[in-house]
């Protein structure tokens, strides 16, 4: 569990557009820690979400209209699937204060600095951001307090950002548990296109295949599914509108390393098809050390 703290709030007002997930796992942490923010609201499209967040008691304050809760917060988190940031941005501009931070948790970089940078009012500090932290669940009750534990949070913040803002935003991910790194926005998204949307593209188009079989074999697949494969349908159990936006969005890179991909896999079935021993076992080898170096890093 994240460690309760007293002290100063980091700020005084944090608003958060969207409580899916990553939203409700700040939240959370946000109302157990204390030194986050003195103030939680919460935007959500629905009353039904508002009324939940307000239930489980997560947030201080909800508000259905989105420039309605920024007013007067100096830190808004955009939390909503990448694809709405642009309309979203429209909204909240004209009703952000003079010195507040705006940020997101997008797993898109490039889109949300071209959707949402043009439309930063002056003297409002943009500090995108990406906590690599996720499970296969979403909306207001998936949200937990270690989600982000020893995980790692990306800051990519244009040029000219302020540092002080860049570095307030990193202590926010830092106390809710995370590691930081800054990094340039179109390296993430090349590096997240083969570490997470790539793997997400394969699942859910190999549980696509399998739903595409004949009935018999298909009830098989389910019945008898093994360990890779139910890997598979946990990564593909995935929140679908949010992963159709970050597809669309980072299209350049994923399209990129998905030729990698296949060129690979076709290379891997000639060495399958001509009894190509050692080239198998070669790669069944490089993935086992991958795997190690996870675990020997703790992001298994």
Known sequence: MVETVGGEPLFRRLALIGIGL?????????????DLAAEVVVNARTQKTLDRVMELGIAHRV????????????????????????????????HLAPGAI???VGSTKQSVIRDVGP?????????????????EFSGPDAGFTTLFVNR???????????????EKTAELWRRCGSMIETMEPGHHDRVLAIVSHLPHLIAFTIC???????????????????SGFRDFTRIAASDPVMWRDVF???REALLEMLQRFMEDAQAMARAVRWGDASYIEDKVERGR????????????
């Open 119 to 135: 439309l930063v009012p002056e003297g409002v500090h943009f500090v995108p951001a990406h906590p690599l932290a996720g499970t």
């Open 289 to 300: 050390k991958i795997r190690r170096s996870l675990i020997e890093q703790k992001q298994a």
């Open 22 to 34: 990553i939203g409700s796992s700040v939240a959370r942490i946000a109302m157990e820690r204390g």
């Open 152 to 166: 790692w949070t990306l800051l990519t913040p244009p040029a000219g950002t302020d540092p002080e803002a860049v």
């Open 248 to 250: 669309l969005n980072n």
């Open 63 to 94: 508000e259905i209209d989105p420039a309605a809760a920024v007013r007067g917060a100096d830190c808004v988190m955009l939390c909503a699937p990448v694809g709405a940031f642009a309309e979203l941005a429209a909204a909240i501009a004209p």
């Open 102 to 104: 705006l940020t997101d």
């Open 208 to 226: 696509g295949t399998a739903d595409d079989l004949a009935d018999e074999s298909r009830q098989q697949v389910t019945k008898f599914a093994a």
